[in-house]
C-alpha cells in the first residue's frame, strides 16, 4: 500500500463536517441537552479562575478561539472531543453549567485579566456576591460571539475517533495519565466507564490496595482496575510484546468500550471475588512487601504483590478461589523467591518487573 493509498483510506474513516456558530446557538444545544460536555469531566480539569477569566476576556475582545470538536453520537447528540473547558467556562460565566446531579454550578465571577483589569468581579449578569455584571449590550456581543464547530459524524469509523480524540485532547491540564483515560472512556461508552467507576469503588478493593487519598483523587485505583481487566488474561506473547504499561492500558481502551455485557459481568464476578479472599486473608497486608527478617508485611502497597497475587488468583478463574490460609502461604512464597526478594526486585522498569511477577503468580495459584 502506498502513502497515497494510506492517506484514502483513512480520510474515509472519518466524515466531517465545519461552521461557525454563535455562544447563543451553542447554549441552546447545551440547554436542550443536544451537545454533552460530559460533567465527569469537571473533577478531572484544573483550570483556574485567572485561566477562565481569560477566556472570557478574549470572547469579549472578539479574539478567535481554536475550534471545538464535537462527535456525534448514535443519538444524534455532539459529544465534545476538544473544547470541554473552554465550554464548561462559558456556560459556568452564563450560569448554566450543570454538575451530575444536574444541579446548576456557582456562576463564574470573573478575576482581573491582562487587559481587562475592570473584569475583576464581573458576572455575566447581575449575581449575588458580584458587584458589576455585563450591560445587556455587552451580553448581546457576548452571545453573538463565533466559534467553529468541527462535527465528526456518526458514520466516522469509532477507533478513527478514538485517535483524533487522542490528537486534539487539550482538557486543561490533566493531572495523570489515568483521567485522560477516563475522558477517553467517557467519549466511547459512557456504560463502560460507569462500570469501571463502580467496580473500582469495591470496598474490598480499596481496603486492600490501601491507597493514599492523593492517589485516590488522581484515579490511580482505576488504572489497577484496568491492569486487573486486560492483565488478568493475557496471553504470555502480549505479556512479552508490552513496553510501556501506560501506552498499552491506552492502546486498549477501544477494545474495552466493545465489551459485551455477558464480558463485563465476568470481569466483575473475577475483581469482585478476588478482592474479597484477599480482604479475608489479610486485606493491605497481602498486597504489601514481606519482610522475613521481621516476620510481618510492611510498606505500602506493592505492584510486584498485585501482579502476582491479585492477578494470579483471578486468572484461573472461575476455577477454585483459594482460602485465606492458602494467600498467606502464596504471599510467603512470592516473597522468599530469589527474583522477589529485598534488593533483586526494586530498580526494575514496570515491564520487566510484570513479565516476571505475573507469570510466577499464575504458577503459584495454579494446584
Not at 273 to 288: C, S, Y
Request: hydrophobic share 40%; net charge neutral.
Amino acid at each position: 500500500m502506498t502513502l497515497e493509498d494510506q492517506i484514502s483510506s483513512y480520510r474515509r474513516q472519518i466524515a466531517t463536517d465545519s461552521y461557525p456558530m454563535s455562544i447563543g446557538e451553542i447554549s441552546n444545544l447545551y440547554r436542550d441537552g443536544e451537545i454533552d460536555i460530559h460533567p465527569e469531566f469537571q473533577r478531572i480539569f484544573r483550570w483556574r479562575e485567572s485561566q477562565k477569566s481569560r477566556l472570557i476576556e478574549s470572547i469579549l475582545l472578539g479574539i478567535p478561539l481554536p475550534s471545538v470538536f464535537v462527535a456525534q453520537n448514535e443519538n444524534g447528540v455532539w459529544d465534545v472531543v476538544d473544547g470541554v473547558q473552554r465550554l464548561s467556562t462559558i456556560f459556568q460565566f452564563m450560569g448554566i453549567l450543570k454538575d451530575e446531579e444536574g444541579g446548576l454550578h456557582k456562576p463564574l465571577i470573573c478575576a482581573e485579566a491582562p487587559f481587562l483589569t475592570k473584569l475583576e468581579g464581573c458576572s455575566y449578569s447581575p449575581t449575588e456576591g458580584s458587584p458589576i455584571s455585563l450591560s445587556p449590550t455587552q451580553r448581546l456581543d457576548f452571545k453573538r460571539a463565533r466559534v467553529d464547530m468541527k462535527i465528526i459524524k456518526r458514520e466516522s469509523d469509532n477507533r478513527a475517533k478514538y485517535d483524533l480524540f487522542q490528537r486534539l485532547n487539550s482538557f486543561g491540564t490533566v493531572a495523570t495519565e489515568q483521567e485522560l483515560r477516563n475522558c477517553l472512556i467517557v467519549s466511547m461508552s459512557k456504560k463502560h466507564f460507569e462500570w469501571l467507576l463502580e467496580i473500582s469503588a469495591d470496598e474490598n478493593f480499596k481496603s486492600s490496595i490501601d491507597l493514599a487519598s492523593r492517589l485516590i483523587e488522581e484515579r490511580y485505583h482505576m488504572e489497577l482496575a484496568l491492569r486487573f481487566v486486560f492483565l488478568r488474561t493475557i496471553e504470555p506473547d502480549g505479556l512479552a510484546s508490552i513496553r510501556n504499561i501506560g501506552d498499552f492500558l491506552t492502546s486498549r481502551l477501544v477494545d474495552f468500550a466493545d465489551f459485551s455485557d455477558k464480558r463485563l459481568k465476568e470481569e466483575k464476578e473475577a475483581f469482585t471475588k478476588t478482592f474479597q479472599a484477599i480482604a479475608t486473608a489479610g486485606g493491605p497486608d497481602i498486597l504489601r512487601r514481606w519482610n522475613h527478617t521481621k516476620a510481618k508485611p510492611e510498606g505500602s502497597f506493592s505492584l510486584t504483590a498485585f501482579e502476582a497475587i491479585a492477578l494470579g488468583i483471578a486468572h484461573h478463574f472461575p476455577g477454585r478461589i483459594p482460602s485465606a490460609s492458602e494467600i498467606v502461604t502464596r504471599q510467603g512464597e512470592l516473597w522468599s523467591d530469589p527474583q522477589f526478594s529485598a534488593g533483586h526486585a526494586t530498580g526494575l522498569r514496570g515491564d520487566q518487573r510484570m513479565k516476571k511477577a505475573i507469570p510466577f503468580g499464575r504458577m503459584l495459584f495454579s494446584n
